[in-house]
Each structure stands twice: as C-alpha cells, then as structure tokens.
C-alpha cells in the first residue's frame, strides 16, 4: 500500500543536541511538507519542497533544517538553535497540482529535556 | 491574510446524537478551497472533503455532510448519529491559488476534539 511513513513515532532527545525525524513516500508525490503541531494551535508549515533538490521555508522554519535529494525522502533536522523543539511533528505530501489535498504520516513525537 | 477559526476547542456527544463542527474563514481572494481533514488517536490526519469558492452545493457522504454558506464565511461540518470511531481532533483549513501548488497559503483552523460517549 502507498503512504508516508514517519519514524520514529516517539523521540526523546537532551536540550542543545540536534535530531534528525525521517519521512519516506511511496505515493510518487511531487510535493512534500512538514507541519509542527503544538496543543491547541493547529498546524504550522515549518517547510516544503515542491521538487527534488528544492525546498522553501515555511512560517516557522528558524531552527530546522531540511534536504531533498530523493523525490521520496525529505528528512527534517531540529537543530539546537530551535528554543522550543518539543511537539509533534506532521509529515505530508501531495502530487503537486494546485489545491489537492495533503496526505499525512502518523507523525513523530519529539519531546527534549 | 487568510484565517481559519474553529471556536470550538471540545465537544462531547453521546453516541447517535448529531454534533456540528464550526469553521469560520476570512479571506481576500474571491477563489478560494476549503478543506476538512480528520486526526483520529493514530495521529496522522486524513482528507475528508474539499470545497472550491464556486461551489456552495452542499455535500453528503453517508453520515458525513457539510454546510458551505459564503455570506457568512462558514463551512461547518456535521455529524448525523455520531459513533465512537468519530472521536477525533477535526481541523478546517482554507488555501487560495495565489501561489499554485504552494502549501504556504495552506492555512489551518485550532481543531475541536470531538468525544463521542458510548
């Protein structure tokens, strides 16, 4: 079956050490995303890729950092400079086309101590 | 500037009571996509419907139905005799085409947990 697949689902990380949270698609979606979500704020777009070795910041990118050198893989570091890395982190994808709905991972829970 | 607002941080229902989820947009663009997606315990979120700015017809899927009133900026979503597995966080987002195929105009509402009781 296609899908997106984030792992780990769970994270823990000591304050000041970077983490890297994988997400792999099989789907053969062009565009990839990745959201932050925190309790009761909805979804921010931290950053996207739209094609291979491209990607732009999203509304909250200080502190990540992201590459895409494979069209299925777009794998996302939470640096030590990011104040408050603890959250759940969404990744999605889509073919690209303008206005089609995201399909999600079950996400990874990041919590730094 | 776009915005999404869900009013309703926590709903509960007992099992086959109909429950309605708010969602109210504000957005200058006269085209204009509205979305709901459903985040079950799992966690991922799953598409439900998308709507376009021209299409105001409201929509049924089997228990599933959704209110698109332009005059008042609302496309709230309603569940007919509620179930447990409906229990989820529901999120409403809105984009426009400014940017074609750009997610950055992506934007979500806060989500409501949705309990239905057995």
């Known amino acids: 079956d296609g899908g997106i697949t984030q792992s780990p689902k769970y994270l823990f990380r000591k304050e000041g050490q970077n983490v890297t949270l994988s997400c792999e698609q099989n789907?053969?979606?062009?565009?990839m995303y990745w959201y932050r979500q925190d309790p009761g704020q909805g979804l921010r777009l931290i950053y996207y890729?739209?094609?291979?070795?491209?990607?732009q910041k999203g509304d909250i990118a200080e502190g990540y950092s992201v590459s895409r050198e494979k069209k299925e893989s777009f794998p996302l570091t939470v640096t030590s400079a990011q104040k408050n890395p603890t959250a759940f982190y969404l990744c999605?994808?889509?073919?690209?086309?303008?206005?089609?709905?995201?399909?999600f991972g079950n996400g990874t829970r990041l919590t730094v101590t | 500037a776009q915005k999404v607002t869900q009013a309703q941080t926590e709903i509960s229902v007992v099992e086959k009571e109909d429950v309605t989820l708010d969602c109210v947009y504000e957005?200058?663009?006269?085209?204009?996509?509205l979305f709901w997606y459903k985040q079950p315990p799992s966690g991922e979120l799953v598409f439900l419907i998308r709507?376009?700015?021209?299409?105001?017809q409201n929509e049924i899927s089997g228990r599933y139905s959704w209110n698109f009133q332009k005059s008042t900026s609302s496309f709230n979503f309603t569940i007919t005799a509620s179930q447990v597995v409906d229990s989820a966080v529901y999120f409403c987002?809105?984009?426009?085409?400014?940017?074609?195929?750009?997610?950055?105009?992506?934007?979500f509402g806060s989500g409501t947990q949705l309990t239905v009781l057995p």
């Open positions: 709507r376009n700015s021209f299409d105001e």
């Open positions: 890729s739209q094609i291979v070795n491209d990607f």
């Open positions: 957005t200058r663009d006269t085209t204009y996509y």
């Open positions: 999605a994808s889509s073919p690209g086309t303008e206005n089609s709905p995201l399909h």
């Open positions: 789907l053969n979606h062009d565009a």
């Open positions: 987002a809105l984009t426009a085409p400014e940017f074609a195929g750009s997610a950055r105009q992506l934007t």
